[in-house]
């Protein structure tokens, strides 16, 4: 994937393969503050904490105003509806058939993603819910929900 974007050849931009948890720009990075931070359908295999650690993180890169937009598959559309929203809202290390391999992923009710957005400085602005079916044959449909949200001065 990070091949394909370099050979985009997109002026301006530089592309890195890295742990996302543990990933930190330099405190006097050139990039920084950032426009805007994007996760989409990759934040799935970071823990509960780390993602708030995380979020926060990307809040501090953030120029006032600035978003984040992220896209995951909640609790509820991974097969673990109601149960989680009258608990804790979310559950580390959940064992996931993606593809054909097997992936632990922590997964988030809708409520939990809307506080931890929200707890981590950030006014959601926006909530979609998109189905989408793989072509892929090992893949099933998926029910996916993006969210953008602004920083909060
Ligand atoms: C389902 S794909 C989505 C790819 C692309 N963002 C998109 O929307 O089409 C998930 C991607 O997240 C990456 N990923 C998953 N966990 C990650 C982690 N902890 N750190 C960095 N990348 C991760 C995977 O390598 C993979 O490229």
Redesign the pocket.
């Known amino acids: 994937?990070v091949d394909i974007c370099r050979n985009l050849r997109l002026k301006n931009a530089t592309f890195q393969r890295?742990?996302?948890?543990t990933f930190r720009l330099p405190e006097h990075s050139e990039h920084l503050p950032l426009d805007a931070a994007l996760g989409?359908?990759?934040l799935?295999?970071?823990t509960y904490k780390d993602l708030q650690e995380l979020l926060a993180r990307w809040n501090s890169w953030l120029k006032p105003d600035g978003l984040i937009a992220i896209?995951t598959l909640t609790a509820a559309n991974k097969g673990y509806p109601e149960m989680l929203e009258e608990d804790r809202g979310y559950l580390d290390n959940v064992e996931i058939e993606f593809m054909g391999f097997t992936l632990y992923e922590t997964l988030l009710t809708d409520k939990e993603w809307q506080h931890v957005i929200s707890t981590a400085g950030f006014d959601l602005l926006d909530k979609r819910i998109v189905e989408y079916m793989p072509k892929d044959q090992r893949c099933r449909k998926e029910i996916q929900t993006y969210y953008l949200a602004r920083k909060r001065n």
Do not use: N, Q, R
Not at 18 to 21: L, Q, R
């Open positions: 994937m890295a742990e996302i948890s989409f359908l990759s799935c295999t970071t896209g």
